[in-house]
T-cell receptor, first 114, second 113 residues
Framework: SQTIHQWPATLVQPVGSPLSLECTVE??????LYWYRQAAGRGLQLLFY??????ISSEVPQNLSASRPQDRQFILSSKKLLLSDSGFYLC?????????????FGPGTRLTVL | AQSVTQLGSHVSVSEGALVLLRCNYS??????LFWYVQYPNQGLQLLLK??????LVKGINGFEAEFKKSETSFHLTKPSAHMSDAAEYFC???????????FGAGTRLTVKP
């Protein structure tokens, strides 16, 4: 069966510090991968998605970036965090056979920027 | 562009009462529609999805939703609420020509004893 992991689970970082969040998927090959941010009391905002290694699409201009160095690894990064980057970050994967494929979510990373 | 609107950011029901969470969609092509549930500090879990087959979709935990094209709606219902249903619920839409999924702002369901 497929599983998706995210780490760390929680993170407290000062403004201006760098960020690296990691997401890995097991039990599937060539998944579509997604990064979402969920701010307090708000819905999910799609940040990036990837349909293959090295292929990243950005939805929202910001100080965040994403990379996919391996088929089942998706990394969210920042060189300098802002207060507004605080939130709950969710990684998700889906199959690529059909657009109706379900997105499966990881447990999330709670980021607090102080 | 596709979008969904969830009417009511907070819904409160008594245990045993009907649960109705509203979702309206906007899409220029036939949509695929999803309902997810999120418990505190966890990821999202799929409840059910509509992919152009039966318009009445049954999901996990006794939830179901009906696709109504004429009303552009996909409301989520459950006949009798349990305390364990207290969570946040998200409606989402995608389609055959989209790589991404659009989520609503969410509805927080509270169940009173």
């Amino acid at each position: 069966s497929q599983t998706i992991h995210q780490w760390p689970a929680t993170l407290v970082q000062p403004v201006g510090s760098p960020l690296s969040l990691e997401c890995t998927v097991e039990g599937t090959s060539n998944p579509n991968l997604y990064w979402y941010r969920q701010a307090a009391g708000r819905g999910l905002q799609l940040l990036f998605y990837s349909v293959g290694i090295g292929q990243i699409s950005s939805e929202v201009p910001q100080n965040l970036s994403a990379s996919r160095p391996q088929d089942r690894q998706f990394i969210l990064s920042s060189k300098k965090l802002l207060l507004s980057d605080s939130g709950f970050y969710l990684c998700a994967w889906s199959g690529t056979s059909h657009r109706s494929d379900t997105q499966y979510f990881g447990p999330g990373t709670r980021l607090t920027v102080l | 562009a596709q979008s969904v609107t969830q009417l009511g950011s907070h819904v409160s029901v008594s245990e045993g009462a009907l649960v109705l969470l509203r979702c309206n969609y906007s899409s220029s092509v036939p949509p695929y529609l999803f309902w997810y549930v999120q418990y505190p500090n966890q990821g999202l879990q799929l409840l059910l999805k509509y992919t152009s087959a039966a318009t009445l979709v049954k999901g996990i935990n006794g939830f179901e939703a009906e696709f109504k094209k004429s009303e552009t709606s996909f409301h989520l219902t459950k006949p009798s609420a349990h305390m364990s249903d207290a969570a946040e619920y998200f409606c989402a839409v995608t389609s055959y020509n989209n790589n991404d999924m659009r989520f609503g702002a969410g509805t927080r369901l509270t169940v009173k004893p």
